[in-house]
C-alpha cells in the first residue's frame, strides 16, 4: 500500500472523488482516505440536482465549470452516472419571491447562466399542471440531475485508474504539519504522508480543521428523501419550490423508469459519531401536502422508500473551500450545506488546478475558512432564504 504521496485527499465525496480524479489528470500522485466507502454519506443521499440557478453569484463560476464536467461525465469517466439535462424549473407563492426571480435573472446573465421566467398566465400555458398558487416559474434550461448513489463511486473509480491510490473504511484520527509535508494518522495506526493535505470531509471536517486552529461552526442535519411508485414519464424537468418558509422548500425530478425523487422541507436529525441521520415520518406528511399544493396531480402517488444521510452545514450556507491560513499545504472544500452535489466537480477540477499549478481564476476568497474567525457566535438558519434550497444540489 502506497503511503506516502504529493497529495493526500480526505473524504471520498464527489469533491475529494473529483479532486483525486483531476489532480491524477496532472500528474501528481494521490492518496485519497474515505471513512466508510465512496459516495456513502453525503454525495450519495441528495437529491440529485446538478442545478446552478438560484446558488450564490460568488459560485456560478465554478458552478458552470461543474456543468462542463457533468455534460462530459460519461466520457470522462468511463461510466454512466445517469446525468439527465433535461432543465430545472423553480416557482414560488408569494409575490416578492417572484420580483426576486426577475432580479436574479438579470443579474445571472452577466454569469452565463441564461433564464427565462414566467407569471400568471404565460406560466400555466407552458406548466399547466402546477397548482393554482403558484405565481412565477424560473427555467434553467441547460440544468438538470444525475445519481448520486453513482456519481462519487465512478469519479473514484476513474481516479484509480489513473493510478490514484484508495483507502476506504478507514478512519483518520490525526492530521499534522511536518517537515517536507503533512503526517496523517488512521484510528488503526497507519500512517501515510505528502506535500500537500485536501480536507473534503463533510460533517466530520471539522474535526480535522480545528487540529490546525481552524475551528468552524460546522452541524450536521439529515435530508428528507423518498422516492414514489413509478408512473408514466411526465416531468422532463427537474422542479423545486423557491421560498423563505422551510416547510414549503419542496423538489422533485422524474427518473426515467418513471419515479419520482422527492426531497426538501424540514430537515431531520443526524449523528457524527454515528454516522446515521434519520427520517422523521411528520416530515415526510409535511412533504406530501406541499406537494400536493405544488403538484395536485401527485396527491395520488404512494411512496414506497424513505431514506437520509449525514450533511454538514455552515452558518452563511456558503461552502468552505480554499486554503488554510494558518498553514501552508492546507486545503479545505466542506460545509456545502446540503447544496454541494451540482458543483462537487468543478470545486474538485478547481483544486486540483490550485494544488497543481498555485492558481486559479475562479475567485475563492467568498469560501474562505478565515470567514469564521471574524464570527464568534452564529447559529444556523433552520429557515431562511439562503437555506432554502438545501440538498437540492
Same mark, same amino acid.
Given at each position: 500500500?502506497?503511503?506516502?504521496?504529493? /497529495?493526500?485527499?480526505?473524504?471520498?465525496?464527489?469533491?475529494?472523488?473529483?479532486?483525486?480524479? *483531476?489532480?491524477?489528470?496532472?500528474?501528481?500522485?494521490?492518496?485519497?482516505?474515505?471513512?466508510g466507502l465512496t459516495g456513502q454519506q453525503a454525495s450519495g443521499v441528495n437529491f440529485g440536482g446538478v442545478r446552478r440557478q438560484g446558488r450564490a453569484l460568488s459560485q456560478l463560476a465554478m458552478?458552470?465549470?461543474?456543468?462542463?464536467?457533468?455534460?462530459?461525465?460519461?466520457?470522462?469517466?468511463?461510466?454512466?452516472?445517469?446525468?439527465?439535462?433535461?432543465?430545472?424549473?423553480?416557482?414560488?407563492?408569494?409575490?416578492?419571491?417572484?420580483?426576486?426571480?426577475?432580479?436574479?435573472?438579470?443579474?445571472?446573465?452577466?454569469?452565463?447562466?441564461?433564464?427565462?421566467?414566467?407569471?400568471?398566465?404565460?406560466? *400555466?400555458?407552458?406548466?399547466?399542471?402546477?397548482?393554482?398558487? %403558484?405565481?412565477?416559474?424560473?427555467?434553467?434550461?441547460?440544468?438538470?440531475?444525475?445519481?448520486?448513489?453513482?456519481? &462519487?463511486?465512478?469519479?473514484?473509480?476513474?481516479?484509480?485508474?489513473?493510478? &490514484?491510490?484508495?483507502?476506504?473504511?478507514?478512519? #483518520?484520527?490525526?492530521?499534522?504539519?511536518?517537515?517536507?509535508?503533512?503526517?496523517?494518522?488512521?484510528?488503526?495506526?497507519?500512517?501515510?504522508?505528502?506535500?500537500?493535505?485536501?480536507?473534503?470531509?463533510?460533517?466530520?471536517?471539522?474535526?480535522?480543521?480545528?487540529?490546525?486552529?481552524? @475551528?468552524?461552526?460546522? /452541524?450536521?442535519?439529515? @435530508?428528507?428523501?423518498?422516492?414514489?411508485?413509478?408512473? @408514466?414519464?411526465? *416531468?422532463?424537468?427537474?422542479?423545486? %419550490?423557491?421560498?423563505?418558509?422551510?416547510?414549503?422548500?419542496?423538489? *422533485?425530478?422524474? /427518473?426515467?423508469?418513471?419515479?419520482?425523487?422527492?426531497?426538501?422541507?424540514?430537515?431531520?436529525?443526524?449523528? %457524527?459519531?454515528t454516522r446515521r441521520a434519520s427520517v422523521l415520518p411528520a416530515n415526510t406528511v409535511g412533504q406530501l401536502a406541499q406537494f400536493r399544493r405544488f403538484v395536485p396531480a401527485l396527491a395520488t402517488?404512494?411512496?414506497?422508500?424513505?431514506?437520509?444521510?449525514?450533511?454538514?452545514?455552515?452558518?452563511?450556507?456558503?461552502?468552505? #473551500?480554499?486554503?488554510?491560513?494558518?498553514? @501552508?499545504?492546507?486545503?479545505?472544500?466542506?460545509?456545502?450545506?446540503?447544496?454541494?452535489?451540482?458543483?462537487?466537480?468543478?470545486?474538485?477540477?478547481?483544486?486540483?488546478?490550485?494544488?497543481? /499549478?498555485?492558481?486559479?481564476? #475562479? &475567485?475563492?476568497?467568498?469560501?474562505?475558512?478565515?470567514?469564521?474567525?471574524?464570527?464568534?457566535?452564529?447559529?444556523?438558519?433552520?429557515?431562511?432564504?439562503? &437555506?432554502?434550497?438545501?440538498?437540492?444540489?
Amino acid at each position: 500500500m502506497t503511503d506516502r504521496a504529493d /497529495v493526500i485527499v480526505i473524504g471520498g465525496g464527489i469533491v475529494g472523488t473529483s479532486a483525486a480524479f *483531476f489532480l491524477r489528470r496532472r500528474q501528481r500522485s494521490v492518496i485519497l482516505l474515505e471513512r466508510g466507502l465512496t459516495g456513502q454519506q453525503a454525495s450519495g443521499v441528495n437529491f440529485g440536482g446538478v442545478r446552478r440557478q438560484g446558488r450564490a453569484l460568488s459560485q456560478l463560476a465554478m458552478s458552470n465549470r461543474a456543468l462542463d464536467v457533468w455534460y462530459r461525465a460519461q466520457a470522462l469517466l468511463g461510466e454512466d452516472v445517469e446525468f439527465l439535462p433535461s432543465g430545472h424549473t423553480r416557482v414560488c407563492y408569494h409575490a416578492h419571491d417572484a420580483e426576486y426571480f426577475h432580479r436574479y435573472a438579470a443579474d445571472a446573465r452577466a454569469y452565463g447562466l441564461d433564464l427565462e421566467v414566467l407569471d400568471g398566465a404565460a406560466m *400555466f400555458r407552458r406548466l399547466p399542471f402546477l397548482g393554482p398558487e %403558484v405565481l412565477a416559474a424560473s427555467i434553467s434550461p441547460r440544468d438538470g440531475h444525475a445519481n448520486p448513489r453513482l456519481a &462519487a463511486p465512478a469519479f473514484g473509480r476513474a481516479a484509480a485508474r489513473l493510478g &490514484a491510490s484508495l483507502v476506504e473504511n478507514t478512519e #483518520i484520527v490525526r492530521v499534522e504539519k511536518e517537515a517536507g509535508g503533512f503526517r496523517v494518522e488512521s484510528a488503526a495506526g497507519a500512517v501515510w504522508r505528502a506535500e500537500q493535505l485536501l480536507v473534503c470531509a463533510g460533517a466530520w471536517a471539522g474535526a480535522l480543521s480545528a487540529q490546525f486552529g481552524e @475551528p468552524v461552526p460546522l /452541524v450536521a442535519r439529515g @435530508p428528507q428523501m423518498a422516492v414514489t411508485e413509478p408512473v @408514466p414519464y411526465r *416531468f422532463g424537468s427537474s422542479m423545486g %419550490v423557491y421560498t423563505s418558509i422551510k416547510e414549503e422548500s419542496v423538489y *422533485f425530478r422524474q /427518473v426515467a423508469r418513471g419515479n419520482l425523487v422527492l426531497g426538501g422541507g424540514l430537515s431531520g436529525p443526524a449523528d %457524527v459519531s454515528t454516522r446515521r441521520a434519520s427520517v422523521l415520518p411528520a416530515n415526510t406528511v409535511g412533504q406530501l401536502a406541499q406537494f400536493r399544493r405544488f403538484v395536485p396531480a401527485l396527491a395520488t402517488l404512494n411512496v414506497i422508500r424513505v431514506w437520509s444521510g449525514v450533511e454538514g452545514y455552515l452558518p452563511d450556507a456558503e461552502p468552505v #473551500i480554499g486554503p488554510s491560513v494558518t498553514t @501552508p499545504g492546507l486545503f479545505y472544500a466542506f460545509g456545502f450545506s446540503g447544496s454541494g452535489f451540482q458543483i462537487g466537480p468543478g470545486v474538485g477540477e478547481t483544486l486540483a488546478e490550485l494544488l497543481a /499549478v498555485g492558481r486559479t481564476e #475562479i &475567485a475563492l476568497d467568498p469560501f474562505s475558512i478565515a470567514r469564521f474567525g471574524r464570527m464568534a457566535h452564529h447559529a444556523v438558519p433552520e429557515a431562511g432564504v439562503s &437555506a432554502s434550497t438545501a440538498s437540492e444540489a
